[in-house]
């Protein structure tokens, strides 16, 4: 009887789903920023060693964090990729779970552009500029006022006559982390904003206040990734939009890139520490794992090696900006040393 | 109401009418009806119109992905780069990277542009050796590392262009986006010109896309749907296996079996209630119980079909029932009278004759099966997966994506080359999905038994 014989096979499926085998490949998850990195060298690892294929997922940088702190074991990931530093809330969650040695591995750094279309007006930006631009109080004639400013000109007079409409990545993102830091923060200490938020609200709720936005629709948080950026860029042709320095590269002829301090953002002006709005990009290994896992520490050593990570390499080729104390890593996943405890 | 009003009007007005002469009230209800169908055939028209502009604009966009741009070359495989100890020896040779083989690919294309007498001012070698596909290297190593022998030969390779240059032929990229464009000059665009004429790049069917792995950001054109169609195909099996039987045994058991009380009516209310529950609870669901509780594998096909199994049990079970209901009584009054017990009448009649409603039932769970995405993004089918997995069964344990996912994970890279090839994918779901029904279609007609 047929159902007799789906049934019996339906069993056997859910018995021989109880033992799960041991697992061969290395498994990654984290922050969608650094999954193209860990793709291209996944890619050449599976290529050019007798290992799989390490299987690498999005998800972000804090889950992919989380997900490394679940536990030790075949079921948990080996490395999780992050776009900005562990936290020290992660390696209490991993202390607790069990997992005592994490190393950190700092493969680059990533910046951080603002860009319009291609046809659009040429920008030349300040920290300050955002940050009035984008404020929800801003100091206007030595007062704090709810921001007034509707074109980049009320702004400040250099900059085009154009609506202000930005489109900035939402909280989830990483990348907001450091938009956060480097241009709202920076713009509200150089506008004068902070003195004034602090003096009227007390020191800690002043500080945060300049990370408050206005909400009449200026400013736009993009939940989705770059590619909906670009989407609505190509809708709204006055917009401003975030992006990463490598997907600005990749669609260089749909983007027209702002300068930041009167710098133009590119590999060399970030890895001379010129433009100002860049991060370091980690990722985080397992350390109980090394040696369990096979290719695991293969896989490390090989994305820090001079001919993936170094200026000549394939991430570089993508947009990573080569980290200039690369020989430190390299010595030090070579050596397995665990990450210091956070200070 | 109605019957009041006529008897009213049959009060007031003369009985004598003709039936060829059209009265206002019979007028009226006849451009009712008039109006009702138009409704009807709008309805449709905005229904089709929809799905011509969906199929049109996937295609539009997608169609280009099945065919992609190739260049023709003769590698010469250098035994200094390849194999300085000249021994042979495997272990030796797999310590040259793709690195050194992409330069030897590099110098065959150099040649190649010089023997046909191609120039090209201020081009640079690194113009030259981005034509190319990164895959290119990788396949030639591939091949050396198989057939050691073939080192010191010049071999005859058909590998991928780049993905801009590909975009080139296609008419994604211009000589005006070019100038633009970090990644591609206007000097290769010109070199691509130059050697299409030569016959030296040509576009052809593209079965890489349809059989290969997913491919890095570096190297769209070589990106393929394999591993997804695989891992859909897997998925698929998994729910089938599982959802058909448990669904039928469930609904055989309420409709025919259950007695009829508070108990199987909530029972009954749930199951309505769990096919209307939003996917991606079920994804949640999975993660907690798959595999956090019984530590299956992550990105395993397996994990993606038990949580849609348990998606498409409800679809099936309400399916079934009705398919079961609709079996008239007397079929089975008729097996009970000449002595059959409940489940030989149930099993031996009833069953088969709601086979074909059963089957259709089916059909709609998996289609929505496989079309889903939320519950497997949640359980790391969205991962980067090369490797192809194992023949099941062992390949239901192996990481592999999904084809809805791969769509999705497409849609979100850097390069403008995804966008072209997502709507391929989504070409290949659609047809998967027509085959699937197509069998359906095939098994109803024949399960199907006329009483």
Request: aromatic residues 6%; proline residues 5%.
């Amino acid at each position: 009887m047929k159902a007799t014989r789906l049934a019996v096979s339906a069993l056997a499926l859910t018995a021989a789903a109880g033992v799960a085998e041991a697992r061969d490949q290395i498994q990654i998850a984290g922050s969608s920023t650094v999954l193209p990195y860990a793709t291209i060298v996944a890619e050449a690892f599976g290529e050019n060693f007798d290992f799989p294929t390490p299987v690498v997922e999005g998800g972000g940088s804090g889950a992919g964090r989380k997900k490394l702190c679940e536990g030790v074991g075949e079921t948990t990931i080996d490395i999780a990729n992050s776009s900005s530093r562990i936290k020290q809330s992660d390696i209490d969650l991993c202390t607790q779970n069990g997992v005592t040695g994490i190393m950190e591995v700092r493969i680059g750094y990533d910046g951080i552009v603002f860009a319009s279309d291609v046809n659009g007006a040429e920008f030349a930006f300040t920290p300050a500029d955002w940050y009035n631009a984008l404020a929800a109080e801003v100091v206007k004639d030595g007062a704090l006022v709810a921001n007034p400013n509707k074109t980049w000109a009320d702004v400040n007079p250099a900059l085009p006559a154009q609506d202000i409409l930005a489109f900035i990545p939402g909280t989830k993102h990483g990348t907001r982390e450091v938009f956060d830091v480097k241009v709202l923060e920076a713009g509200c200490q150089a506008s004068g904003a902070e003195e004034a938020l602090v003096a009227a609200k007390g020191e800690e709720d002043g500080k945060k206040a300049c990370l408050s936005l206005r909400t009449d629709g200026v400013s736009v948080d993009v939940d989705g990734d770059y590619t909906e950026t670009l989407a609505r860029l190509d809708a709204n042709k006055n917009a401003i939009g975030v992006f990463g320095l490598s997907f600005y590269q990749n669609n260089t002829d749909k983007l027209r890139v702002a300068t930041m301090d009167g710098v133009v953002p590119s590999v060399e002006t970030i890895a001379a520490g010129d433009y100002p709005v860049s991060r370091p990009l980690f990722f985080y290994v397992k350390t109980a794992h090394l040696g369990v896992i096979p290719g695991l520490q293969e896989y490390i050593d090989f994305f820090v090696s001079d001919e993936i990570a170094g200026p000549d390499g394939p991430l570089a080729a993508y947009g990573l900006v080569s980290d200039p104390e690369l020989a430190k890593t390299q010595e030090m996943v070579a050596a397995g040393t665990p990450m210091a405890p956070l200070n | 109401m109605t019957a009041t009003a006529q008897t009213a009007a049959a009060q007031t007005a003369p009985p004598r009418r003709s039936l060829t002469v059209l009265d206002a009230r019979t007028r009226r209800r006849n451009a009712a009806e008039a109006r009702f169908r138009l409704f009807g055939l709008m309805a449709i028209a905005v229904g089709i119109a929809a799905l011509f502009i969906l199929l049109a604009s996937v295609l539009a966009n997608g169609a280009g992905s099945f065919r992609q741009t190739f260049l023709f070359l003769d590698v010469h495989l250098d035994e200094k780069v390849l194999d300085k100890s000249g021994t042979r020896d495997p272990e030796v040779m797999n310590k040259v990277t793709t690195i050194g083989y992409g330069k030897i690919v590099d110098a065959a294309l150099k040649d190649a542009i010089a023997k046909n007498g191609i120039a090209i001012e201020g081009l640079t070698d690194k113009d030259v050796s981005d034509m190319i596909s990164k895959e290119a290297a990788a396949l030639v190593r591939d091949r050396v590392l198989a057939d050691p022998t073939l080192v010191g030969q010049t071999i005859a390779v058909k590998v991928l262009a780049n993905g801009r240059i590909d975009g080139y032929l296609k008419g994604r990229v211009t000589m005006d986006s070019a100038e633009r464009d970090s990644n591609v000059s206007p000097n290769q665009l010109r070199l691509a010109d130059a050697m299409i004429e030569k016959g030296l790049l040509v576009k052809s069917f593209n079965w890489g896309f349809i059989t290969g792995p997913d491919a890095s950001e570096l190297r769209p054109e070589a990106a393929g749907l394999g591993i997804a169609i695989l891992g859909s195909a897997y998925m698929m099996l998994v729910v089938l296996v599982l959802s058909l039987p448990i669904g039928v045994a469930a609904s055989i058991y309420l409709e025919e079996f259950a007695p009829k009380n508070r108990f199987t009516d909530l029972i009954e209310v749930n199951i309505a209630n769990l096919a209307a529950v939003p996917s991606i609870v079920f994804g949640i669901l999975g993660l907690a119980i798959f595999i956090n509780f019984a530590g299956l594998p992550q990105s395993a096909p397996i994990v993606g079909g038990l949580v849609l199994t348990l998606m498409t049990l409800p679809t099936i079970i309400i399916a079934t029932r009705a398919a079961l209901k609709a079996v008239p009584p007397s079929i089975r009054d008729a097996a009970l009278g000449v002595g059959a017990s409940k489940m030989q009448a149930v099993l031996h009649h009833v069953l088969p004759l709601a086979m074909p409603g059963i089957l259709t039932g089916t059909i709609i769970g998996l289609a929505q099966a496989l079309g889903e995405t939320a519950p497997l993004l949640l359980i790391g089918m969205v991962a980067f997966v090369r490797d192809y997995p194992a023949a099941p069964p062992e390949g239901f344990f192996d990481p592999a994506a999904a084809l809805p996912v791969q769509v999705y994970n497409w849609t979100q890279r850097a390069d403008p080359a995804f966008v072209e090839r997502a709507s391929g994918a989504i070409i290949v779901l659609l047809v998967f999905l027509m085959v699937m029904n197509a069998v359906a279609i095939l098994l109803r007609r024949r399960f199907e038994r006329r009483w």
